[in-house]
């Protein structure tokens, strides 16, 4: 069977990975970073391939969404970066998938030993709330995922992170490439090592792709924001639609594709200044 895979990738969780300098532009080992992050990426697509895939999107997911080494990307990839985006992850999602894997994933923030802890934006969002439910980016991406019908299979990144995130997605193949013991610290797999840890369970995610059931997602979905300070709600308020819930905290109720959309306008592109 042929199999049409869509690749969300983050940076955090790659093996090797335990802090700012490997993810922010303009960084010492930043290039490590980036290079570091390609190849999981590869490996996750080279397993997925033994498994019958054929066609792969990869979405650039990290920061200002242009990390990926275009020229080093496996050459069956169709790779989205950039933004201004309908949906912050999963730029490209429809139907049409058979599955989602996520690699370099990291943990919620307030997450207690995983390395870079955090949700959507470190310096501004504490948590996300999906109809009650707190959640990860890899199960906020779900959400998208499920929306669409489609299943995410593999998640990649720290034992925390694929800890948790199988607290929402609890059949998820995860592959653990290290052990974090604190949010700057970290013990990892040899990237080799790690890549064939990612390729292994990128096949068997697919190879068992009939008992990993997409996330049930409702017609109308509430969204609520903690941020870390009370301007920052004070800004995404100014957003019709949006209700102020608390000093810190803002909440949306929408179809998902407008929730969606929002997310990314209220967390990566609303800007202000005092």
């Known amino acids: 069977m042929s199999y049409r895979v869509l690749i969300s ?9 335990v802090s700012g300098l490997q993810c922010r532009l303009g960084e010492p080992e930043y290039e490590l970073g980036r290079r570091l992050m390609t190849e999981e990426v590869n490996a996750a697509i080279e397993g997925a391939i033994e498994a019958g895939a054929t066609e792969f999107t990869v979405c650039d997911s990290h920061a200002n969404m242009q990390n990926l080494l275009v020229e080093s990307l496996h050459p069956e990839a169709r790779l989205i970066r950039g933004a201004i985006r309908d949906s912050l992850q999963m730029q490209g999602m429809d139907g049409t998938y058979d599955a989602v ?8 923030a307030g997450t207690q030993n995983a390395v870079l802890d955090h949700t959507w934006v470190g310096a501004s ?18 959400y998208v995922a499920g929306h669409y019908g489609v299943p995410v299979t593999l998640v990649t990144g720290d034992q925390a992170t694929i800890d948790q995130t199988r607290e929402f997605l609890p059949n998820i193949e995860g592959a653990v490439v ?6 700057y610290c970290a013990s990892s797999l040899h990237p ?3 890549r064939a840890v ?7 995610s697919l190879e068992r792709l009939g008992s990993i059931e997409p996330v049930a997602v409702a017609d109308t979905i509430t969204m609520e924001i903690d941020f870390y300070r009370t301007d920052m709600a004070d800004a995404a308020a100014l957003v019709p639609g949006i209700e102020r819930l608390g000093a810190r905290t803002i909440g949306f109720t929408a179809d ?5 959309r929002v997310q990314e306008l209220v967390l990566y ?5 005092l």
Do not use: C, W
């Open 192 to 194: 080799t090592k790690a």
């Open 178 to 183: 290290k052990d974090s013991y604190s949010r």
């Open 125 to 142: 969002v504490f948590n996300i709330r999906m109809n009650g439910t707190t959640l990860n980016e890899a199960g906020l991406n779900a």
């Open 256 to 260: 998902p594709e407008a929730v969606f």
């Open 101 to 108: 894997f996520i690699t370099g994933a990291h943990a919620a």
């Open 269 to 273: 592109r609303l800007k202000y200044e």
């Open 198 to 204: 990612i390729r292994q369970a990128a096949k068997a």
């Open 9 to 17: 990738a983050e940076i955090e969780g790659a093996a090797g990975v």
